[in-house]
């Protein structure tokens, strides 16, 4: 039960260009959300986080949305750059007592073409 | 430099033979926590500590172990690998639950 989804393996875009990676979610009880990105043969380094009582984080090139009743988030990156190009996981965490328990999506592959 | 170590970066091993994966974290973090990498998987979360002595499942804890008795350290040791574990293994840290972890460089391990 995958309660963490990102349903696009890979995503291909030019330098300059906006790029959208998606992420949705079914547990209702998740209230925080964060993106990170990873680039191969390394760890995975936290780019962006939000909470549930915002719609939207913003940070450098970076921007978080977060559409709740839809149970969505997405990760803009304005303007892209090659080196933007890694895995990018979504995760979620819940309230209450299990805050500890992070929960990530499949990761999307992001290539940006010079 | 603050960072969060991994020993060994790379095992290969032999299904039943007991192994222990090292953590190790400079930044006097309370939270640490161990995930597993699998191809179109993404990152599933094996057990989390909250504190010194308090550990707790994640999303797939079966077939591991793990320990908390000094604040830095957090091993991951599994008393019997199967092929099934074998995976690239990150370990994280974090001054709490509630914030962005620091993920170590990974461990690949293959269990034959």
């Known amino acids: 039960d995958q309660q963490v989804k990102q349903n696009s393996p890979s995503l291909s875009v030019q330098e300059g260009r906006i790029s959208i990676l998606n992420c949705d979610y079914t547990n209702s009880m998740f209230d925080y959300f964060l993106w990170y990105k990873k680039y191969p043969a390394e760890g995975p380094t936290f780019l962006i986080s939000?909470?549930?009582?915002?719609d939207k984080n913003e940070d450098g090139r970076f921007t978080v949305f977060l559409n709740k009743s839809a149970k969505h988030l997405s990760l803009h990156i304005v303007p892209s750059q090659p080196g933007d190009s890694a895995v990018y996981f979504c995760?979620?965490?819940?309230?209450?007592?299990?805050?500890?328990?992070?929960?990530f999506g499949q990761g999307t592959i992001l290539t940006v073409h010079p | 430099e603050a960072q969060v170590t991994q020993n060994p970066r790379y095992l290969i091993t032999v299904t039943g033979k007991k192994l222990t994966v090292t953590c190790s974290q400079n930044m006097n973090h309370e939270y640490m926590s161990w995930y597993r990498q699998d191809p179109g998987l993404g990152l599933r979360q094996i057990y989390y500590s909250m504190n010194v002595e308090v550990t707790d499942k994640g999303d797939v804890p079966e077939g591991y172990k793990v320990s908390r008795k000094e604040k830095r350290n957090f091993p991951l040791i599994l008393e019997s690998p199967s092929p099934n574990q074998t995976s690239l293994y990150f370990c994280a840290s974090s001054p709490s639950g509630k914030r962005p972890q620091y993920f170590g460089p990974g461990t690949r391990l293959l269990v034959l």
């Open positions: 939000i909470s549930s009582i915002k």
């Open positions: 995760a979620a965490r819940a309230s209450g007592t299990s805050y500890g328990k992070l929960t």
